[in-house]
């Protein structure tokens, strides 16, 4: 059988990973400023994940969700501390898209309502609900329209509110924007969302799936605009590659049983992996080494001559450039052996290296890029 091919790829194939880099089938080392897609958070190969993963293998991997599994509670305990959510509740899942989905439907179920508030550029996964939330026509089958999504400018305060009213079930809004190629919400926008939502009584979701897990220097994007969503989804760095992905509900969402569900979600090894990740920021204080080094990324990239623009929050980083950002990435692989990544706009390239970057690797990439850009 041969795959059903739905991805460009590049010729490449990392066979091994350590820390920020990998190896290739021909022994050759890249410096991952991707991350495989924002997933790797800790670093490739984490000694300390690899450890917790293969002592939970060798006690239990899986079970399903109908018996008592203290792992998931230990987990959703220390993501409540490190979050700075402790009286959040928690359910788990497997990838973002099923976390927007879940988020989505938790906010539904609770405010009797199913008008979601969506914006421009935005994406939220691929799975029902998530693509229709998602801001490309292509992508959507006709199967995916409810007509539930009212998309609106981000950013744009009176339009918001000019549309709000008590239809809304949600308003739905990533933490910073990543696959338009990382385009920010304001504070006083995101604080917007927040009271207008208060006032009509719809949920405020922020998806945190990209932004989140210290990525921009903060547990969550939302938290630099001191704003307190009533759910967040997370993914993508929580497991550092084990699929594992989660619905934080605020304390005024009550579950019922059955409410939601999910036979994979949560398992021992999906819940072991989303341990180790928080021990290992905990431990490196990965977050703050995310603000530093995002912040002296930025600096140093805005001084770069022939850039159109820079945008970024902590490890989170687009760069807009003068010709297809394709171009750039292929001499970064080929020539310096640096992964980087694509947006939805071909002439923005995004940067998410795992938190534990060093400032000698960001120096490289730099002046690789200086190089390159010339
Ligand atoms: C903000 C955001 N939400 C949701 C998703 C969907 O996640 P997944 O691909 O794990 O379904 C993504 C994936 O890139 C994302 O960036």
């Known amino acids: 059988m041969n795959l059903f091919e739905v991805y460009p790829r590049l010729a490449i194939e990392p066979s091994k ?3 920020c880099y990998v190896v290739d089938s021909k022994g050759d080392r890249y410096l991952d400023l991707y991350g495989g897609h924002a997933v790797i958070s800790i670093g490739h190969n984490h000694p300390h994940y690899v450890e917790r993963l293969h002592s939970q293998l060798n006690q239990i991997a899986f079970y399903s969700n109908s018996v008592e599994m203290s792992i998931q509670r230990e987990l959703a305990f220390k993501l409540g501390e490190l979050s700075g959510y402790p009286e959040y509740s928690f ?3 497997n990838s973002g898209a099923e976390a927007v989905e879940n988020a989505l439907k938790v906010a539904a179920f609770h405010t009797e309502r199913k008008k979601i508030i969506v914006f421009n550029k935005g994406f939220h996964g691929r799975t029902s609900l998530a693509i229709e939330a998602t801001d490309n ?8 329209y409810t007509g539930n999504f009212l998309r609106l400018p981000l950013n744009d305060e009176t339009q918001l509110d000019d549309h709000m009213d008590d239809s809304i079930a949600a308003v739905l809004v990533e933490g910073v924007q990543g696959i338009s190629g990382v385009h920010i919400p304001t504070d006083s926008f995101l604080k917007k969302a927040e009271a207008l939502c208060r006032k009509y009584g719809a949920a405020f979701i922020v998806d945190e799936i990209q932004s989140g897990y210290g990525r921009t ?4 994007a939302h938290q630099h605009a001191e704003v307190v969503p009533d759910i967040i989804t997370v993914a993508k760095g929580m497991g550092n590659g084990f699929p594992v992905s989660g619905v934080l509900v605020g304390p005024t969402i009550d579950p019922w049983m059955g409410m939601l ?7 021992h090894l999906a819940c072991a992996a989303g341990l180790a990740v928080l021990e290992v920021m905990e431990r490196e204080d990965l977050i703050k080494n995310a603000a530093e080094k995002g912040e002296y990324l930025l600096k140093e990239l805005q001084e770069i001559d022939g850039l159109l623009a820079v945008r970024g929050k902590g490890l989170m980083v687009g760069i807009d450039l ?21 947006s939805s706009n071909p002439n923005t390239m995004r940067v998410l290296p795992p938190l534990c970057i060093t400032q000698d690797d960001l120096d490289f990439f730099i002046q690789s890029l200086k190089s390159v850009v010339k």
């Open 17 to 19: 990973g350590d820390g």
């Open 91 to 93: 359910f788990l899942c």
């Open 137 to 144: 026509a292509k992508i959507q089958a006709p199967v995916n």
């Open 217 to 220: 220097g903060k547990f969550f």
């Open 261 to 267: 569900g999910t036979t994979f979600g949560g398992s």
């Open 322 to 342: 003068p010709v297809p950002a394709k171009e750039v990435r292929q001499k970064l692989l080929s020539e310096y052996h640096i992964f980087t990544g694509t």
